[in-house]
């Protein structure tokens, strides 16, 4: 994996040179391990962001932005939505390799069976406002689970972890569900073992004591195949702040709930909410123009909501997935007509021929369609990034999971420039 053939970083200033070795990957871009710079040459990197900085190894999920390809674990992601479901692309995602029929046996079990949450947590809703926004409600939540079940934080031991990671992803569905539950001041609906994630999860959902539901399997394929397209992403963000958290040793409790935290911003998950309030704000297709003029005017924070990706430089394959999943939902619930997804076809036609556009290469992203789908779904609107770290729990798990079996990991601590003031004597009050 380390090289040789790497490269040389010259000090024009001292005329140190230290060599780098070149790291390669299976595909992908090499990259120049830096880790004895400081080392050697008493200087830091600096790259706010990390546009050009990988963070760790991974053979968890793959992405070429420039092709617009994603593979877990080698996988097609048009492959994956198409023929595999969540479960299944869970487990691959956690453990390397598709289950053979004892493994996917044995692992649906294992999360069917840890659906349900301490009862004492009913408790722990109770005490958030009934408007309070449900991603604040499941980062709570999530958080607490450390509370709830200390038998299964212990970091060092792959059991536990292993436990854990059944937990959350089992747990997720419920929370989330519960979370929109206490928002309408229904009573909870408990899992049901008989039903697959996806029923069940819209099942806790849409039910109520007194109303049987039963979801079409169109939709509940359709919210399966949104949970496998939100599985995992590599390192972004919400990722990358799990790993963060996790490289302290802290709990998988905590650090999930640490994801979810950054996942909330619109930059990253909350994009899928921030896409349908502005497409309901546009409203009408005579708009667009001075839409797109708002977003290509340097003077005016607004962006275009779902549109744009830091790795993606061609088409999202994800929103290619669920454009087409948008329109098979909406069919079959008769709503073909629906308004939005034609402002939706009809803004992204006009910024794809705009030049602003095509010359930063910024295209529909995940979020762009998703929100239709899950309006149509009868999905609130504030709940939707709370699917999305459902969805995401898988990956975020699996990325710490790894974290903790990767021997050169170490505790995150990036280092700075400081431009601040130099050292300086502390001035009484009565002279300042
Ligand atoms: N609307 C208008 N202009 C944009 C947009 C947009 N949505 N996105 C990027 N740009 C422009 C930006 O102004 C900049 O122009 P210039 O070079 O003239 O200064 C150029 O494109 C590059 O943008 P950037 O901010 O440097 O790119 P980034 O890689 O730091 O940001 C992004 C990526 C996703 C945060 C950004 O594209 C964005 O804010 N998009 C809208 C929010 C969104 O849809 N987020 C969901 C991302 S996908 C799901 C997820 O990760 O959760």
């Not at 994800?318 to 948008?326: E, N, V, W, Y």
């Not at 990036?414 to 009565?430: E, M, S, W």
Request: proline residues 6%; hydrophobic residues 40%.
């Amino acid at each position: 994996m380390s090289t040789n053939d790497g490269f040389t970083l010259t000090d024009n200033k001292s005329g140190k040179k230290v060599d780098l070795p070149r790291m390669i990957g299976t595909v992908g871009p090499d990259l120049a391990d830096i880790r004895t710079l400081y080392g050697s040459m008493d200087i830091f990197t600096y790259d706010p962001g990390f546009t050009s900085t990988g963070s760790c190894k991974s053979a968890i999920t793959y992405i070429d932005g420039d092709q617009g390809i994603l593979l877990h674990r080698g996988y097609p992601i048009e492959q994956l939505a198409e023929k595999s479901d969540f479960l299944e692309t869970a487990y691959l995602i956690l453990y390397g390799e598709l289950p053979n029929p004892e493994q996917n046996k044995a692992f649906r079990k294992n999360v069917t069976y840890h659906s349900m949450l301490q009862d004492q947590m009913n408790y722990f809703y109770r005490g958030f406002r009934r408007d309070a926004h449900p991603m604040a409600v499941i980062c709570g939540v999530v958080g607490a689970m450390a509370a709830f079940y200390h038998d299964s934080t212990n970091v060092n031991d792959p059991a536990s972890r292993e436990v854990a990671s059944f937990r959350l992803i089992a747990k997720m569905p419920t929370i989330v569900a519960w979370a929109y539950k206490y928002s309408q001041g229904q009573p909870f609906i408990y899992p049901n073992n008989k039903m697959s994630y996806a029923e069940n999860f819209l099942h806790m959902m849409f039910a109520t004591p007194c109303e049987e539901y039963v979801p079409s399997p169109v939709l509940v394929k359709a919210m399966d195949r949104l949970l496998i397209l939100h599985a995992d992403h590599e390192q972004n963000a919400s990722t990358s702040t799990v790993r963060l958290a996790g490289s302290s040793g802290a709990n998988p409790f905590a650090c999930i709930a640490a994801g979810i935290a950054s996942l909330w911003g619109p930059a990253h998950g909350s994009a899928n909410e921030a896409v349908l309030q502005q497409l309901r704000e546009i409203g009408s297709v005579d708009r667009i123009p001075e839409i797109i003029a708002r977003a290509k005017d340097k003077d005016d924070p607004f962006r275009l909501m779902g549109f744009g990706h830091r790795v993606y430089k061609n088409y999202d394959p994800r929103a290619k997935i669920m454009g087409q999943a948008c329109k098979e939902v909406l069919k079959e619930l008769g709503k073909e007509d629906e308004p939005l997804l034609k402002l939706a076809m009809e803004l992204e036609r006009i910024a794809l021929s705009d030049d602003y556009f095509v010359s930063r290469k910024l295209f529909p992203n995940v979020d762009f369609y998703s929100g239709i789908i899950l309006q149509a779904m009868g999905i609130p609107t504030s709940a939707f990034t709370c699917l999305f770290a459902l969805a995401r729990t898988v990956g975020w798990i699996a990325q710490w999971n790894e974290m903790h079996e990767d021997k050169d990991q170490k505790i995150g601590r990036p280092r700075q420039l400081y431009v601040g003031a130099p050292q300086r004597d502390y001035t009484p009050l009565d002279k300042r």
